[in-house]
């Protein structure tokens, strides 16, 4: 059974802070509505691409890109709003991509263990690279699709193609 929402949370990247231990990569959040009893929706929403790297920003000389996993020292925020009210929580999953040693690229997919507690409509997220995470599949980022009957209305946005009124 899949739940069904009504609202599609706006996401507001707060940008990426110097207090953390995110490993260094380039990331992509996705996100997804649960309720209290642990059911949990398809993606809702889906970051752009953010990296994480050793250095600052503001001293372009201190920049490295890093090796696998090797701490970059900061952490990535997130607000999320217009978060549909039949749901309590937020569940962030996240896939990073990185250079191994050998230079070859390599990436990961991995789950938050916690989930974020949405408080009147919004949901703050800060993930510092020390939460407890599980290993996920890249089938689970591209899970199964409903096939509908008909569509009485669709809407195009940031390459994603919404429907409304199915059967």
Do not use: H
Not at 62 to 72: L, R
Request: with cysteine.
């Amino acid at each position: 059974m899949t739940k069904r929402i009504q609202n599609i949370p706006l996401i507001k990247f707060n940008g990426v802070g110097n207090s953390g231990n995110m490993p260094v990569g380039n990331y992509v959040f996705y996100f997804r509505y649960s309720d209290v009893d642990g059911n949990q929706t398809d993606y809702v929403a889906e970051s752009g691409v953010v990296s994480c790297f050793k250095g600052n920003d503001a001293d372009p000389f201190s920049i490295d890109g890093g090796f696998e996993n090797e701490n970059s020292g900061k952490n990535v925020s997130f607000k999320l709003t217009n978060i549909d009210p039949s749901y309590d929580y937020m569940i962030v999953d996240w896939s990073r991509s990185t250079s191994a040693v050998n230079n070859s690229r390599k990436t990961m997919i991995k789950t938050i263990s916690k989930t974020y507690p949405v408080i009147n409509g919004e949901c703050n997220i800060i993930i510092t690279g020390d939460e407890e995470t599980e290993d996920i599949t890249a089938d689970s980022l591209n899970s199964q699709y409903t096939v509908f009957g008909s569509v009485k209305s669709m809407a195009q946005a940031q390459n994603m193609l919404f429907q409304a009124n199915v059967t």
